[in-house]
């Protein structure tokens, strides 16, 4: 059974830090992209990362790109989010999500962790 | 950016009949179109990928049409189950993008 458990999220002060991590089991980690998307409350869905399996490619939208990194420790079945320069409008649950190689879609979603920005 | 259009934003059906969600693309995704499924307080599920392939474990009613700038999930016969928000999104094109979801209520 394919499990994510994303962890780290609360709250923080405009400009501030925080780093999401998001543990896998039931899948072969390793052989599969891995995404970040949030839900603002209340809103729809919004896709903020993507690394490819062997963390070599990272994908970000411009709403993110050079405040949020992606990485993966595979040895770990882990995947992180750096958010720094965090803003109001990054207040969201952040959900992890493998894809398959290639142009394919979220075959599977954790939880969530809730990221509040707010002073 | 390719923007997704859902409508219509709310539709209000009877159980035991038919929904009929549509999703448009500013330019064409091809085939590479999911819908999505999402209850409150629970994370999306995939229902739909490749445009018209079920995914796991999904229920017949569940379809999905279209190709191109042009797509339809139509539910056959709604289960009080199904009433949800439905997301469209598209993953052809960097940056992914997902349409703003269509409510799917009880009339």
């Known amino acids: 059974e394919v499990q994510l458990v994303e962890s780290g999220g609360g709250l923080v002060q405009p400009g501030g830090s925080l780093r999401l991590s998001c543990a896998a089991s039931g899948f072969t980690f390793s052989t599969y992209a891995m995404s970040w998307v949030r839900q603002a409350p209340g809103k729809g869905l919004e896709w903020v990362s993507s690394?490819?399996?062997?963390?070599?490619?990272?994908y970000y939208p411009d709403s993110v790109k050079g405040r949020f990194t992606i990485s993966r420790d595979n040895s770990k079945n882990t995947l992180y989010l750096q958010m720094d320069s965090l803003r109001a409008e990054d207040t969201a649950v952040y959900y992890c999500?493998?894809?398959?190689?290639?142009?394919?879609?979220?075959?599977?979603w954790g939880q969530g962790t809730l990221v509040t920005v707010s002073s | 950016e390719i923007v997704m259009t859902q409508s219509p934003a709310t539709l209000s059906v009877s159980p035991g009949e038919r929904a009929t969600l549509s999703c448009r693309a500013s330019?064409?995704?091809?085939?590479?179109l999911a819908w999505y499924q999402q209850k409150p307080g629970q994370a999306p599920r995939l229902l739909i990928y490749g445009a018209s392939t079920r995914a796991t474990g999904i229920p017949a009613r569940f379809s999905g049409s279209g190709s191109g700038t042009e797509f339809t999930l139509t539910i056959g016969s709604l289960q009080s189950e199904d009433f949800a928000v439905y997301y469209c999104q598209q993953y052809n094109n960097w940056p992914l993008t997902f349409g703003g979801g269509t409510k799917v209520e009880i009339k």
């Open positions: 690394i490819s399996p062997s963390g070599e490619s990272t």
């Open positions: 999500a493998p894809r398959r190689s290639g142009p394919n879609p979220f075959d599977y």
């Open positions: 330019q064409s995704v091809s085939s590479n």
